[in-house]
């Protein structure tokens, strides 16, 4: 009777193992492919001399990235430990107040929010030097250098950080960066936190944000506003976002939360609102082309500055991309990378712009190399 009792018990088991395999070959395959994280997932290996060594570890890793409804394992440990613990499951990511969400990673709350861990004399002598380096070297060319800097969320958004860090410290690198280059160098640089926040307070009590609530970038209109602050210091006119004709779009599709995503929440999370300008004139701005296997080209018609840029940026210049690409006749894009002096090159722009974010600021700008 023992035995008989001990079968059932081992068939019972094996059949409620083989159970979640059995509904996951029901689920439609591109639920199956949804990749929340941001990393790439193991991939199943394969047996061979050279790699039978490591076999069963390699395998064992692709098992546990695809497990049968793993993301929604995943997802409800990540609820679970934010709204029961207030601890995410991302240490690069920091909860805030009333559902917002914050990068942390790369030192940025240490590094800029905080204030600590300033730049030395001698690494803003050196980042200086550096500039004024690039802003001659392509002077030789016939080029102009700009650089835009995009606050990070928080010094914008700091009443929904947690009460213990306390407020954003004016005194910090986005400050240090902006001012020495400023005094140093013939570099216009641009950093618009001032128009940021007032356009902020004038537009919060209806509700209208210029960073997205679960995603580190500023949102279509914060884009505008930046940008706006931008192409004043070249002296072209981009009308305010609430000069007549202007409008202001919400819409709740699409909505960036790359913060989220790191939780694997975004159906859970309210990731908030979007938010997207219109009114201004687009000059007849094309879509953007790709160019050279890894840059976009977006041009405009009559009326746009007649000028050719080269924008080298980071994520933020998404939003703001369109605004940028109709100010000008041409407008060339491309992510920081090897491949970006050639490419400036093959362009041949009268502008070069650099965007980065304030908590990258200072590696970026002093690694951007142009020869």
């Given at each position: 009777?023992?035995?008989?009792?001990?079968?059932?018990?081992?068939?019972?088991?094996?059949?409620?193992?083989?159970?979640?395999?059995?509904?996951?070959?029901?689920?439609?395959?591109?639920?199956?492919?949804?990749?929340?994280?941001?990393?790439?997932?193991?991939?199943?290996?394969?047996?061979?001399?050279?790699?039978?060594?490591?076999?069963?570890?390699?395998?064992?890793?692709?098992?546990?990235?695809?497990?049968?409804?793993r993301n929604t394992l995943v997802m409800c440990d990540s609820a679970v430990r934010l709204f029961a613990f207030d601890d995410p499951i991302n240490e690069g990511v920091l909860a805030g107040k009333e559902g917002w969400l914050f990068f942390c990673g790369t030192r940025a709350l240490k590094n800029d929010y905080l204030g600590t861990d300033l730049l030395t004399e001698e690494e803003l002598d050196g980042l200086a030097a550096h500039i004024n380096e690039l802003s001659a070297c392509f002077a030789r060319e016939g080029?102009?250098?700009?650089?835009?800097?995009?606050?990070?969320?928080?010094?914008?958004?700091?009443?929904?950080?947690?009460?213990?860090?306390?407020?954003?410290?004016?005194?910090?690198?986005?400050?240090?960066?902006?001012?020495?280059?400023?005094?140093?160098?013939?570099?216009?640089?641009?950093?618009?936190?001032?128009?940021?926040?007032?356009?902020?307070?004038?537009?919060?009590r209806d509700g209208v944000l210029l960073y997205y609530k679960t995603d580190t970038h500023w949102n279509g209109l914060g884009g505008y506003i930046a940008v706006r602050a931008l192409l004043n210091e070249l002296e072209i006119d981009l009308p305010d976002y609430r000069a007549p004709g202007?409008?202001?779009?919400?819409?709740?599709?699409?909505?960036?939360?790359?913060?989220?995503?790191?939780?694997?929440?975004?159906?859970?999370?309210?990731?908030?609102?979007?938010?997207?300008?219109?009114?201004?004139?687009?000059?007849?701005?094309?879509?953007?082309e790709r160019q050279n296997g890894e840059s976009y080209c977006f041009t405009a018609g009559e009326g746009a500055d007649g000028?050719?840029?080269?924008?080298?940026?980071?994520?933020?210049?998404?939003?703001?991309?369109?605004?940028?690409?109709?100010?000008?006749?041409?407008?060339?894009?491309?992510?920081?990378?090897?491949?970006?002096?050639?490419?400036?090159?093959?362009?041949?722009?009268?502008?070069?712009i650099l965007e980065v974010v304030e908590r990258q600021a200072a590696e970026y700008l002093m690694n951007f190399e142009y020869r």
């Amino acid at each position: 009777m023992k035995r008989g009792s001990d079968r059932l018990m081992i068939i019972l088991f094996l059949l409620l193992s083989a159970l979640p395999y059995g509904l996951w070959m029901a689920v439609p395959g591109e639920i199956k492919a949804q990749n929340f994280e941001n990393r790439i997932l193991a991939e199943k290996p394969q047996i061979s001399t050279a790699g039978y060594l490591t076999f069963s570890e390699d395998y064992e890793a692709y098992l546990n990235d695809h497990l049968p409804f793993r993301n929604t394992l995943v997802m409800c440990d990540s609820a679970v430990r934010l709204f029961a613990f207030d601890d995410p499951i991302n240490e690069g990511v920091l909860a805030g107040k009333e559902g917002w969400l914050f990068f942390c990673g790369t030192r940025a709350l240490k590094n800029d929010y905080l204030g600590t861990d300033l730049l030395t004399e001698e690494e803003l002598d050196g980042l200086a030097a550096h500039i004024n380096e690039l802003s001659a070297c392509f002077a030789r060319e016939g080029r102009e250098l700009v650089i835009l800097i995009a606050p990070n969320k928080e010094r914008i958004y700091q009443e929904y950080m947690p009460d213990a860090l306390g407020t954003p410290q004016e005194t910090c690198r986005l400050q240090q960066i902006t001012e020495y280059l400023q005094a140093h160098t013939e570099v216009p640089v641009v950093t618009p936190v001032a128009e940021l926040r007032s356009a902020k307070g004038d537009l919060e009590r209806d509700g209208v944000l210029l960073y997205y609530k679960t995603d580190t970038h500023w949102n279509g209109l914060g884009g505008y506003i930046a940008v706006r602050a931008l192409l004043n210091e070249l002296e072209i006119d981009l009308p305010d976002y609430r000069a007549p004709g202007m409008e202001i779009e919400e819409s709740r599709e699409g909505v960036s939360c790359d913060l989220a995503d790191q939780l694997q929440l975004r159906s859970v999370l309210d990731t908030g609102p979007d938010f997207d300008i219109h009114g201004y004139d687009t000059h007849g701005m094309q879509p953007a082309e790709r160019q050279n296997g890894e840059s976009y080209c977006f041009t405009a018609g009559e009326g746009a500055d007649g000028r050719t840029v080269f924008v080298c940026h980071d994520s933020f210049i998404h939003a703001a991309a369109p605004v940028i690409g109709s100010s000008f006749a041409e407008t060339h894009m491309m992510d920081y990378g090897a491949g970006v002096p050639a490419a400036i090159r093959d362009c041949d722009p009268d502008l070069v712009i650099l965007e980065v974010v304030e908590r990258q600021a200072a590696e970026y700008l002093m690694n951007f190399e142009y020869r």
